[in-house]
């Protein structure tokens, strides 16, 4: 609790993007116009994964599972930040702060092992293919996929908790486009050490250890794609698999770069910039990479339309 000739803060301010109008209506469409893409892909491979007998492997179990996530995750900060690019009003509550804070780091976190958990089902797939089924059984899927939804939410709550714990007595201005650690922390009247040592440990186990997890498995992948003997094989294989692989760069990059970056070299505009590639852009291109080029999605897209026009 703050002392007592403090204030303590029941609401927080964020900062504008940008005082000219037009620059924040431009890039209120344009994220708008992602988000929408967003919802609208992966809601389609939800709907896809469902009704689709044909798309009830292991790969599309956590594709399933990825788009409900992504759903959550982008809603939980890109509503409030599309009201703030319009409205003059941009103030979020002390209690609305943190639940925003606890849904983005809880699906930002399970995110991150669900991506290192589907780059692992690929390795199997590709590597090890005539023991996929005993490797990548359902009861495995299932606690692969509990795993990583079990660490995001003690994450999720454990950070928050550490961080609205805090003592807030002015300022009260936040330098972000939604209630992000680095910004906040930087609003507490304490000492915040103990904070920036747990939030460095956080994402070193759960965001530095899944990105390199998947590089090792893609490492795994080209090498057993160079041995494919058929070069329209090995294109194919080589396209679907680099594209996973920017995306998931861009998704962990950005993150590595916001979160594990010197404190000394540490620029909030420059989080700004960057968190708009980790909450907008890489949950965009996700749906379209992962699903959406798929040979085996396409068909099922044009037996589920079939099946409508003979109703």
Known sequence: MASRNHTVVKQFFFVPFSNLLVLRISLFFLVLLMYLLTIAGNMLIITLTVVDSALRSPMYFFLRNLSFLEIGYTSSTIPKMLVNFLSKDQSISFLGCATQMYFFTFLGITECCLLAAMSYDRYVAICHPLHYTAMMSR???????????????LVGIGQTTLIFTLPYCGPNRINHFFCDLPPLLKLACTDTYKNEISIFISCVLF??????????????ILHAILKIPS????????????????VVTLFFGSGIVTY???????????????????????????????SLRNK????????????KILV
Not at 141 to 147: D, G, I, R, T
Request: net charge positive; glycine share 2%; charged share 10%.
């Open 231 to 246: 070069a329209t094989g090995r294109s194919k294989t080589f396209s679907t698999c680099s594209s996973h692989l920017i």
């Open 296 to 307: 085996e999605v396409k068909e099922a897209v044009r037996r589920v339309m079939a099946r």
């Open 139 to 153: 009861a495995v899927c299932l606690q692969l996929s509990a795993v990583c939804w079990l660490i995001g939410l």
């Open 260 to 290: 594990l970056r010197p404190k000394s070299s540490n620029s909030l505009s420059t989080n700004k910039l960057l968190s708009l590639f980790y909450t907008v852009v890489s949950p965009m291109l996700n749906p379209l990479v992962y």
């Open 207 to 220: 965001i530095m250890v899944p990105f390199l997890l998947i590089l090792v498995s893609y490492v795994h």
